[in-house]
């Protein structure tokens, strides 16, 4: 039976509350100098190292039965439902806001366009109020257009990869995100139009890092690791903005994240923390992916009117509460009995399909 990394799964649920909080608090806060979470978008290259261990934790020893039509299967049914559904979301919300000072119907074309593409992943053009996002109808979903492309390259060269070709890659691609991190100053791109090159370059170093420390059965331990980790994550994203800020986020990346992973992945886990990093694990993905229609509403909501800080702060407080509600509906109502049907009936016709080719169905 293979093991359960439950420290990761705790840290990651940290890592998507944080995210969330930071959009929150752009919508009070604008501008990284005075915002309580100015690197928490640092969670998104944090989220690319963890999947690379988990794919590598996953798939490195199933190639021998696996193809790339059956790795992107299951991936796509893993991730996809809840893209599909954050999708719905944003659109219903952007076609309803009462706070909006643009009508979403005086742009049907680009509306349609937004849910075509944003469907396949595919970026769409910006879409009013919606800046320069490359998925204006929910923004997160950039992370995961470059995660799919990180998965990609993992089932044709990276499953193939030698240590030593392994590292040289992540040589180049660390050198990479270091020169863009200190010449932009932060790195906080990737999902505009105007920053989209980014994405490959804070997707890369972090993705094939996850993949080397799972290989390299590198692994720390230290006592009371998760609260000491979630503690370091929060300081991390919580640290403000310095004026060798560039420096400071690619130190983050390329040394902070893996050692917290390593010892995330070595370290036992106390029995009192359990519940809570399971719980962790479920939620994350569904709060990371489905938050964010919610505060382009309540930015709107904020902007449309002036407010007192105490009713700000108590709406801001419901908003999170239901966030995670919708998040929690959407697992169990959704994502998981959509997920659980999706892998019968598909994995029915695979088995089929292999069967023909090989004479026995694949475990």
């Not at 039509?69 to 599909?84: A, G, M, Q, Y």
Request: aromatic share 16%; charged share 10%; proline share 6%.
């Amino acid at each position: 039976m293979k093991r359960h990394f439950e420290i990761l799964d705790g840290l990651r649920g940290i890592a998507a509350l944080s995210v969330v909080f930071l959009h929150l608090m752009e919508a009070t806060y604008p501008g990284a100098s005075i915002n309580p979470f100015p690197h928490a978008y640092l969670a998104v290259d944090f989220f690319f190292m963890l999947s690379g261990f988990v794919i590598a934790y996953a798939y490195d020893k199933r190639w021998s039965i696996l193809n790339i039509t059956e790795f992107f299967r299951l991936r796509v049914i893993r991730l996809h439902p809840l893209v599909v559904l954050g999708l719905v979301l944003g659109g219903i919300i952007y076609w309803l806001n009462p706070y909006s000072t643009v009508s979403a119907h005086n742009n049907n074309l680009l509306f349609s366009t937004a849910l075509l593409l944003g469907s396949f992943l595919i970026p769409a053009p910006p879409l009013a109020n919606r800046s320069d996002i490359t998925h204006p109808l929910n923004g997160p979903s950039w992370s995961l257009f470059f995660e799919y492309l990180a998965y990609l390259f993992y089932a044709v060269f990276g499953h193939k990869l030698t240590q030593n070709k392994l590292g040289i890659c992540i040589a180049f691609s660390g050198m990479a995100l270091l020169v863009t991190s200190v010449a932009m100053g932060n790195l906080h791109g990737g999902w505009g139009w105007s920053n989209i090159w980014m994405g490959p370059i804070r997707v890369s170093f972090p993705f094939l890092a996850g993949i080397f420390l799972y290989r390299s059965n590198f692994r720390l331990t230290i006592p009371y690791a998760y609260p000491i980790l979630s503690i370091l994550l929060l300081l991390v994203f919580e640290a403000p903005a310095m004026t060798y800020n560039g420096i400071y986020e690619a130190v983050c990346v390329i040394v902070v994240f893996p050692v917290i992973l390593a010892i995330g992945a070595g370290a036992p886990l106390q029995e009192c923390w359990k519940k809570i990093c399971r719980l962790s694990a479920e939620l994350s993905y569904p709060i990371y992916i489905l938050h964010a229609p919610l505060l382009y509403l309540f930015g709107s909501w904020v902007s449309a009117e002036a407010h007192t800080s105490i009713t700000i702060k108590l709406v801001a407080i419901c908003v999170v509460a239901v966030i995670i509600l919708i998040s929690w509906l959407a697992l169990r109502f959704f994502d998981e009995p959509l997920r659980k049907w999706l892998n019968t009936q598909t994995r029915a016709s695979w088995d089929i399909s292999k069967q023909k080719q090989y004479g026995y169905f694949p475990k």
